[in-house]
């Protein structure tokens, strides 16, 4: 079974940890703020309700103000970059990891407000389920 970590990471369904969460690929930059409406393999509604990822939007900021300070201090004061290029470097990576960081968000927020249940993987896993083909959110 997968850790809630690992599944965190995967950005598949809390419920199952087993179908996947967005239909593109993180660094593909190809429709970056598309999801599922539903997981494709069990069936979990991914919107249960009107504004329910507000509250990735604070791990995300979160997150990221720290990880901006941590890579600005590393680069500037460890490697003795001039502030300019510590910048510049930090908007480079901020542009590379800005859909994952988006998307990772909004799993471990999911994540952490979901209860996990071993039977809906053990179901999936035996192909059970008959779930029908979730549509992407229109979103981009
Ligand atoms: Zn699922």
Redesign the pocket.
């Known amino acids: 079974m997968p850790s809630v970590i690992s599944s965190m990471f995967a950005l598949?369904?809390?419920?199952?940890?087993?179908?996947e969460l967005f239909p593109t690929s993180s660094f593909g930059f190809d429709k970056p703020f598309m999801q599922y409406e539903?997981?494709?393999?069990?069936?979990?509604n991914y919107f249960p309700e009107p504004g329910f990822y507000y509250g990735a939007m604070f791990i995300s900021y979160i997150g990221s103000a720290f990880f901006c300070l941590g890579f600005i201090m590393l680069l500037h004061w460890v490697f003795e970059w001039s502030t300019a290029s510590s910048f510049a470097a930090l908007l480079v990576v901020a542009g590379l990891v800005f859909v994952w960081w988006f998307r990772f968000s909004r799993s471990v927020y999911f994540h952490l407000v979901s209860k996990y249940d071993q039977e809906?993987t053990k179901a999936?896993d035996a192909g059970t389920l008959s779930v029908p083909e979730p549509k992407p959110t229109s979103q981009n």
């Open positions: 598949t369904c809390p419920r199952c940890r087993r179908g539903h997981c494709p393999k069990c069936g979990n809906m999936v």
